[in-house]
């Protein structure tokens, strides 16, 4: 791979065409992402951002960054925690997700920022926020070591940083999860949003992306520390915890 190129799935692009790829997916299945969502993972997806949410410990008054928030599961469930006192800002680079995220803020009666960014360029100052969150955003994202130092840059010292991603899943469960992703899930998804294509993406992006040591050593690069991770459903996806000093 040349210095320019980045993996697409299991395709390689150059890198100033992976963040319109990317796009392209999204626009596609914003309208259906949540459904779809609840069907791929048997409303596990739930469960994995309710132990994300528990795990980060939210306060009244805390100023949360949901990082690639997309319809904004994270950022309403933080919403309850934080209070009318706190702040959550929700963000994503693609403008359908966000939009969806908006609206479903605005139907739970939450007021809160909705800022159109790219996670490896925050418009935040540093050292503003208690807890940054990326749910399922952080495998699409061409630079991730960029994007993850820039996640540490807007934490407050003492905050602390949480991925929850696609992992590597067990060796057992492997050839089923494997007969899963590229025999059902494209179908599934061409019926329900009329695009199997963003759903193979889905399953080539996360054989893509790196296992759970190699993040842990990523985040610890971006200069957290006691970075420790979560294997969830045997490992189908990870929760990652780093602190900031």
């Known amino acids: 791979m040349s210095e320019r190129a980045t993996h697409f799935g299991f395709q390689t692009v150059d890198e100033s065409e992976k963040a319109a790829k990317v ?3 999204f626009h596609s299945v914003a309208a259906r992402y949540d459904l779809m969502n609840d069907l791929m993972s048997a409303g596990l997806h739930r469960a994995w951002k309710a132990f994300t949410i ?6 009244p008054g805390m ?23 706190g702040e959550i800002w929700l ?11 908006r609206d479903r803020l605005v139907d739970d009666g939450v007021l809160q920022p909705v800022v ?3 996670a490896e360029r925050l418009p935040f100052p540093d050292d503003y926020f208690d807890r940054v969150s990326v749910a399922f955003g952080l495998r699409n994202m061409t630079h991730k070591d ?3 130092a820039e996640m540490t840059r807007v934490l407050k010292p003492g905050g602390r940083l949480y ?23 494209p179908v599934l998804g061409e019926r329900i949003t009329g695009d199997a294509g963003s759903y193979r993406y889905l399953a080539e992006s996360i054989r893509m992306h790196p ?15 006691r970075v420790r991770y979560y294997n969830l459903t045997a490992g189908i996806v990870a929760l990652h915890e780093g602190w900031k000093v």
Do not use: W
């Not at 528990?54 to 306060?59: D, I, K, T, V, Y």
């Not at 963000?91 to 995220?101: C, E, P, R």
């Open 23 to 25: 796009a392209g997916v």
């Open 211 to 225: 296992d759970q040591e190699t993040l842990k050593a990523m985040m610890e690069s971006a200069g957290l520390i």
């Open 146 to 148: 960029v994007a993850l």
């Open 163 to 185: 991925v929850l991603e696609f992992s590597k899943v067990s060796h057992a469960l492997a050839p089923f999860y494997d007969l899963y992703s590229f025999a059902v899930l």
């Open 63 to 85: 100023k949360v960054l949901d990082v690639a928030g997309g319809t904004g599961d994270l950022a309403r469930a933080a919403a309850r925690r934080v209070g009318p006192t």
């Open 91 to 101: 963000t994503d680079i693609n403008a359908s997700m966000l939009a969806v995220g």
């Open 116 to 118: 159109l960014c790219d």
């Open 54 to 59: 528990r795990q980060a410990a939210l306060r």
